[in-house]
């Protein structure tokens, strides 16, 4: 029963997940490119009622998953079963930390939480220690969690080595995505100059924030 609501609900957040991905990507372009899509796209995930959905089908994620990590405790043989533990232990943590800070931004800082509320924290030292394996790993999280879902639902259509195959193809094409993104991110294709209100965030003047 946990695993079917789990899977229902992948797949109702997952299409928010793949926009909000694609979005990101979009910075690969430029700044502009990737806050006139958010703008565009957050007329429909804000309406409230959707929003409300979606956050709260993320914490039923977070907390079935994690109920699935605790349920199969050292049971787990093989490298797809215990990635699919460990990616999913994984985007618990950021999940929970991703959503607070958005909120808490929005909320009580009263920012835009916009590409440059994401970029800042790589650009202010010493947050860029932390947040780049943090998204990096968000982003790689992702699609080892999906290829390990995978790798089990086809286990009666395919051979092992292909199901093999797929998984490791689909990890690879997350690692480089994520790599991309957080590059961009960074401001290694161009230049990110973070606003005063942003590097504030994170007690640090705007002559720290500018990008590299
Ligand atoms: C490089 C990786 C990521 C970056 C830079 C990033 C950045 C952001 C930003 C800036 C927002 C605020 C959006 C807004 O104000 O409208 C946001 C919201 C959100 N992100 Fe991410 N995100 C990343 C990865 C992810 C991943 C992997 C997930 C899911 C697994 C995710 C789930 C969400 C959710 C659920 C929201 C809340 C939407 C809302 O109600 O406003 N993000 N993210």
């Known amino acids: 029963m946990v ?9 109702l957040i997952g299409s928010f997940i793949t926009i909000h991905l694609f979005n990101h990507l979009l ?13 565009y796209f957050r007329q429909f995930y804000r309406i409230p009622v959707i929003e409300a959905l979606l956050l709260s089908g993320i914490l039923f994620q977070v907390g079935s998953g994690l109920r699935l990590i605790k349920n199969r405790w050292g049971e787990r043989r093989g490298f797809y079963a215990r990635l699919q533990a460990i990616s999913g232990g994984y985007l618990a943590f950021f999940l929970i930390n991703h959503i607070a800070a958005v909120l808490f931004g ?13 970029a800042a924290g ?16 968000a982003v790689l999280a992702i699609f080892a969690h999906v290829a390990c879902a995978l790798h089990w639902l086809s286990r009666e259509r395919l051979t092992l080595e292909k199901r093999n ?6 990890i690879a094409i997350g690692a480089l995505l994520s790599l991309f993104i ?5 401001g290694v294709f161009y230049p990110v100059e973070i606003p005063t209100q942003y590097a504030d965030f994170y007690g640090n003047s705007p002559e720290t924030a500018t990008g590299p």
Do not use: E, K
């Open 106 to 118: 929005r909320t009580l800082h009263g920012l835009d939480t916009n590409f440059y509320f994401a």
């Open 122 to 137: 790589l650009h202010i030292s010493p947050f860029q220690l932390f947040f780049v394996p943090y998204y990096y790993l």
């Open 165 to 170: 195959r797929l998984g490791f193809l689909i």
């Open 182 to 186: 957080t590059l961009a991110m960074a």
């Open 3 to 11: 695993h079917t609501l789990h899977r229902l609900s992948a797949c």
């Open 27 to 39: 910075a690969l372009g430029s700044i502009d490119a990737h806050i006139s899509f958010m703008t």
